[in-house]
């Protein structure tokens, strides 16, 4: 059975018509490379501002899906027609499988197109039909704090239910923005490694200490074709391995875990390298947070 997966962007969908192109061609790409690395078959589609992957595992796509740049969020749905008495009579049965006795509910919906309803409309129409039909399990709206979510979007001529929305990494696709080589030895050097490829950067990474086993289990799964650089403790300073690292790869910028300190060294070895720091402002308590949370997009 095939599953269809929503698959949402944010920022490239601000983009002038050509750029978007471009950065929508590369997201297809990003998603395709990373199904690839997973062992997952299937295809894409799109409208104008939604993808759809239709894949044969949803629940294994998910996960996967969830570590491509540029996606804001995905959700396995159910594609109808944009009929108000089909779309009606699906949502009770996908409300009935979830709400159970006492839940307070949110129906969210979104409509892009010409119909004859408001998402508002529709949004309350639906409410309305739960508390109707399952009059006697005591149920409410709770537009703020629900215990359950029930989502609907119509677009054009076809509707999309779903039951839940898991959020991606957004940014920008990987391969975008050019390349940096990023040093990590930590969670700072990590998070700052993240950041960057967050912003379309593809990046090679130096490792030193506990940063191979931080990119192995973290930042690779975010970029299948990346490559690590193990730096080594021999006669030449590392950030001349760093320095040649980047050269060879033609990078446009070396990502690096300084304090604002640490500044003053790093324009005086690596010259006029474009040097960036993203996490400078940022405690370890902040770091560790974030980290927690890519970590929880790595799966």
């Known amino acids: 059975m095939v599953d269809t997966i929503l698959i949402r962007y944010g920022e490239l969908a601000l983009k002038s018509p050509p750029v978007r192109r471009e950065f929508e061609?590369?997201?297809?790409?990003?998603?395709?490379?990373?199904?690839?690395?997973?062992?997952?078959?299937?295809?894409?589609?799109?409208?104008?501002?939604?993808?759809?992957?239709?894949?044969?595992?949803?629940?294994?796509?998910?996960p996967v899906l969830r570590r491509v740049f540029g996606i804001t969020s995905v959700s396995r749905v159910e594609e109808l027609p944009a009929d108000r008495a089909v779309i009606e009579e699906r949502f009770l049965g996908l409300a009935d499988r979830r709400l159970h006795r006492g839940d307070r509910f949110a129906v969210r919906a979104r409509r892009t197109g010409h119909h004859t309803f408001t998402s508002q409309e529709l949004a309350r129409d639906l409410g309305s039909a739960i508390l109707a039909r399952f009059a006697d399990r005591g149920l409410s709206v709770d537009l703020d704090s629900p215990t359950v979510e029930l989502f609907i979007e119509v677009r054009s001529n076809r509707a999309y239910l779903s039951e839940d929305r898991a959020a991606g990494p957004g940014g920008l696709p990987l391969g975008v923005a050019g390349r940096v080589v990023a040093l990590v030895d930590g969670l700072r050097g990590a998070l700052g490694a993240f950041l960057l490829m967050k912003r379309g950067c593809r990046a090679r990474w130096v490792t030193r200490g506990k940063g191979a086993d931080l990119v192995a289990s973290t930042l690779a799964r975010f970029d299948p074709t990346g490559r690590t650089f193990p730096g080594d403790d021999g006669e030449e300073p590392l950030a001349h391995q760093i320095a040649g690292i980047a050269d060879a790869a033609h990078a446009d910028g070396i990502v690096l875990p300084l304090g604002v300190d640490g500044f003053p060294h790093a324009r005086a070895v690596y010259g006029d390298r474009v040097v960036f720091s993203p996490t400078i402002g940022w405690t370890d308590r902040e770091v560790e947070a974030r980290w927690a949370r890519v970590r929880e997009l790595a799966g």
């Open 25 to 62: 061609r590369q997201l297809q790409h990003n998603i395709l490379e990373q199904f690839r690395a997973a062992g997952i078959s299937g295809r894409l589609r799109s409208d104008a501002g939604h993808l759809y992957a239709d894949v044969e595992e949803g629940a294994r796509a998910v």
